[in-house]
């Protein structure tokens, strides 16, 4: 199976699970249209909240003119504002994603999509990008739940590409000139460069981080691959590289450190950036895992 | 503690090839199994401090090379079937089952099968032969066949009416044995007699034991034993006497009313039987026309082969022979007394009979000639194409003619010339004889041989059929009449002297358009059933010298074993 089609993907049943779940951020800077993330700046929202000094620029149907009546000085009232978040879907499509069965693909996508759905529920608006080695965005972003079904379209569109470089595509993203807002990285994040060579690009991006790793159990336990047994050659799907190996119990033991360190590594990237790190079991539900994600109904990045 | 199949050597160097070999697979295993995976990040850096096995890299994996060996090594054991009793090894077991007349009594026949099908299972398959003696020897389990195959193979087999032929087994083994290094142990079957210089003529490498099918002995039976034809006593000579043996064992007497005798669709009354003896009937004068004639015993026994019994009648008629005119006197009285001669005129005669100055006839001819009219005295012709085998049969020729008889010497001194005889091969059959020989003044004429000369010519030229005085199973044909018969014998003499002739079983046959007949049992060991003697025997098997449990067992069971062990350390991980 490479990818899911467009009806697995947009499954209503899903999609109307998701609906209880909110996504925000801590912090967000203000730059675009009314919506339902809190900004720091104060606004022409709903809810009062201050009042300031007029400046030169200040909208006049917000001066206090009560106040100006009785101290002669003009004041404009504060209100609480909300802005919508650009959320933009940044997913995997290198050949590790497409080689298992299942493959991660259906579960970075199915994740993406839902993602993609609480965003689009809350106003956010929602881009989608796709990367191996290089840079793939899709066009027509999304603002809406019922936009949904073009996200689902161009997620169904989506093809295995070539091998992961996310270092590059990172830098690539950090050139471009986007609002800022929320990026969410999908991928198994099996980069032949190395955690540190995403450390150092992510770095360079300007928005807020989650990070969507997927995995299953037998990358830490190999063991539960029945394939992985006695004297074996190991080819690297995305580089045709290939290792010998003979099945050992020191052997595994070392794998399984070597994969932890790259586990922890990546939850301390996370914790650098002051980000979200959510692993998704590709082989378990995705709902039960997003609702375990989303526990107190809504997830703060 | 030998080994059945292997030498020492081989086996110690299969030990050590062995242990070689798996240490060198060990090293050379160096095909993986492919299997893609999401990325060798990981495995690349778990392997940078655990290299994977290479060709010629140090040896690690002793565990696993330590069972595989230790696996071999017990198969390779069992391969060459370890004994732990040397004398075992040195033995070779010949099963005999006999499937003759004399097993054939009640179910001995089917018990006898089951002891050999228990008893085959004990003895290796290296160390045994199983033989079936029936109507032929056969072979029906070889050295190293599979003891399986034997059951379906004694399925086949009943026994039949013939003679036993253990004893010709016994004898085959018994060869085979003088330039055997082992022991050879011949077991027997059935309750068939053994003659007791078989025993003795054994090689002393070989010996036979007898297995009985039970210890009862109720035998009882009747048979006809002999039933043979020979010259009447009358002299008639279209005519023979028959005598009939019968014995019995636990039975009653048998009388002539219980028998019934048949020649062609005629029934003899008992009443022309002549009793001789307690045992022998003779039935006089019966005419030899070629009819078959059956004997049977009426009543019930325990076996019915020979209570019935047959031969083919000779067909004996009268030799038509023409005389010439100037035949000698000297000859007519020989030919006037032989009741087989009858003369007749030419055109109805078979044989001429010529004198000096006759005519020559195309009839195979008796001619006396002057001395000037040939070298030799004697002269026979004999057709048929001169090769080897009608050599032999000329020379038979002239001994049956009784020309050995003659004082050729005297005659010789008498007429003052060299008497000698020559053969000679043409279209028609011929003797020739000088005049002098046959004539009154020389004592040839006064031989007894004289009479003897001229009916043995007279019997050669007419080519008289041949005929037997019995046909036993078992037993070689013999010319008829003790031999004492004048009849041209050249082909029943060629079958004598061939052991092929010998057939085991009864019945019917037909060897030539001239020679059919029938051959009875008449045995006597099988009617009355004589028991071995010399030879140990006993009803049930010995006790197996090779326990089911035997060494190979646990040898395989260890090896089962080891391989649970590889199977359990493997599923552990702690092997690769």
């Known amino acids: ?301 | 503690m030998n080994l059945l199949n292997l030498s020492p050597l081989f086996f110690g160097a299969g030990l050590a090839g062995l242990a070689v070999g798996l240490y060198l697979l060990q090293q050379l295993r160096i095909r993986y199994t492919r299997v893609p995976v999401p990325t060798t990040l990981f495995w690349a850096e778990a392997v940078r401090d655990a290299p994977v096995r290479v060709f010629r890299q140090r040896f690690k994996h002793w565990l696993a090379w330590l069972l595989a060996v230790l696996i071999c090594w017990l198969l390779w054991l069992g391969f060459a079937d370890l004994r732990t009793d040397r004398s075992e090894t040195a033995n070779f077991y010949a099963l005999v089952l006999d499937g003759s007349a004399q097993n054939a009594v009640g179910d001995d026949f089917e018990v006898s099968k089951q002891q050999l099908l228990n008893d085959v299972r004990s003895y290796p398959k290296q160390q045994r032969e199983v033989y079936y003696a029936g109507e032929h020897n056969l072979k029906l389990l070889a050295y190293d066949e599979e003891t399986r195959v034997l059951k379906q193979r004694l399925d086949d087999q009943t026994p039949v009416s013939a003679r036993s032929s253990v004893e010709d087994q016994l004898r085959l083994l018994a060869r085979d044995a003088v330039n055997a290094e082992n022991q050879v142990h011949a077991i027997v079957y059935g309750r068939t007699a053994i003659p007791s210089e078989v025993i003795d003529d054994l090689p002393e490498n070989m010996s036979v034991e007898q297995r009985l099918p039970d210890d009862e002995d109720n035998f009882s039976n009747r048979g006809i034993v002999a039933l043979g034809v020979g010259e009447p006593l009358s002299g008639a000579w279209d005519k023979v006497d028959v005598l009939i043996r019968v014995l019995r064992t636990n039975a009653d007497e048998v009388t002539a009313e219980d028998l019934t005798i048949t020649v062609g669709d005629q029934t003899i009354s008992s009443d022309e039987l002549t009793g001789v003896g307690d045992s022998d009937f003779l039935l006089d004068d019966v005419l030899a026309d070629g009819s078959e004639l059956q004997v049977s015993i009426s009543g019930e026994d325990d076996l019915e082969f020979d209570n019935e019994a047959s031969l083919v009648l000779p067909i004996r008629t009268q030799i038509p022979i023409y005389l010439g005119n100037n035949v000698p006197e000297s000859i007519l009285p020989a030919i006037n007394a032989d009741t087989a001669l009858i003369v007749v005129p030419e055109s109805e005669a078979k044989v001429a009979v010529l004198g000096p100055g006759d005519s020559p006839s195309t009839l195979p001819t008796f001619h006396v000639v002057d001395e000037s009219a040939q070298e030799q005295a004697f002269e026979i012709w004999y057709v048929g194409p001169q090769d080897e085998n009608s050599e032999r049969a000329l020379d038979r020729t002239i001994e049956r003619l009784g020309i050995e008889h003659i004082d050729a010497t005297a005659i010789a001194q008498e007429i003052e010339r060299q008497i000698t005889v020559r053969l000679r091969f043409g279209d028609q059959r011929i003797v020739s004889v000088w005049l002098p020989v046959v004539e009154d003044e020389f004592n040839f004429r006064e031989s007894i041989s004289f009479p003897l000369f001229i009916s043995k010519s007279m019997r050669y030229l007419a080519d008289e059929a041949p005929w037997y005085a019995y046909l036993a199973a078992g037993r070689q044909a013999i010319e008829q009449s003790a031999g004492t018969s004048l009849a041209d014998t050249d082909a029943l003499s060629e079958l004598a002297v061939g052991t092929y002739f010998v057939r085991n079983a009864t019945g019917e046959f037909e060897l030539t358009d001239e020679l059919p007949g029938v051959i009875s049992l008449l045995d006597k060991t099988s009617t009355i059933r004589s028991s071995s003697e010399n030879i140990g025997s006993e009803t049930v098997a010995t006790t197996s010298p090779y326990p089911l449990w035997e060494l190979i067992t646990w040898l395989m069971l260890l090896a089962l074993a080891l391989v649970v062990s590889e199977w359990y350390i493997y599923q552990r991980r702690l092997m690769p």
Not at chain 1, 153 to 167: F, I, K, P, V, Y
């Open chain 1, 1 to 301: 199976m490479a990818r899911l089609t467009f009806d697995e993907l947009f499954d209503s049943e899903f999609l109307s699970a998701l609906e209880v779940f909110d996504l925000r951020i801590k912090r967000f800077i203000r730059q675009g249209r009314h919506g339902e993330q809190l900004s720091h700046d104060r606004g022409f929202g709903q809810e009062f909240k201050d009042f300031k000094a007029y400046v030169p620029g200040d909208d006049l149907r917000a001066v206090n003119w009560s106040i100006y009546q009785r101290l002669g000085r003009l004041f404009v009232h504060v209100f609480e504002e909300y802005q919508d978040l650009p959320v933009y879907l940044l997913v995997d499509l290198s050949k590790s994603m497409f080689l298992e069965d299942p493959p991660r693909i259906v579960a970075g996508l199915r994740t993406a999509l839902a993602l993609g759905a609480i965003a689009a529920g809350q106003h956010d608006i929602v881009s989608l990008f796709s990367f191996s080695d290089n840079l793939d965005m899709q066009t027509k972003p999304i603002s809406s739940k019922g936009q949904l079904i073009i996200l689902a379209r161009q997620m169904a569109e989506l093809d295995e590409l070539d091998r992961t470089n996310l270092s590059d595509v990172l830098d690539e993203l950090s050139h471009q000139k986007l609002r800022r807002g929320l990026l969410v990285i999908v991928s198994d994040f099996f980069d032949p460069s190395g955690i540190e060579a995403i450390d150092d690009a992510i770095r360079k991006v300007r928005h807020k981080i989650l990070l969507i790793q997927l995995t299953k159990e037998e990358d830490a336990d190999p063991e539960l691959n029945p394939e992985i047994v006695g004297d074996l050659r190991l080819v690297d799907c995305e580089l045709d590289d290939a290792i010998d190996v003979t099945i050992e119990p020191q052997v595994i033991r070392e794998y399984k450190r070597i994969y932890g360190t790259f586990n922890e590594a990546l939850i301390e990237l996370a914790d650098s950036l002051g980000s979200g790190l959510v692993q998704i079991d590709c082989e378990k539900d995705i709902l039960d895992q997003l609702s375990l994600m989303f526990q107190t109904r809504n997830l703060l990045v």
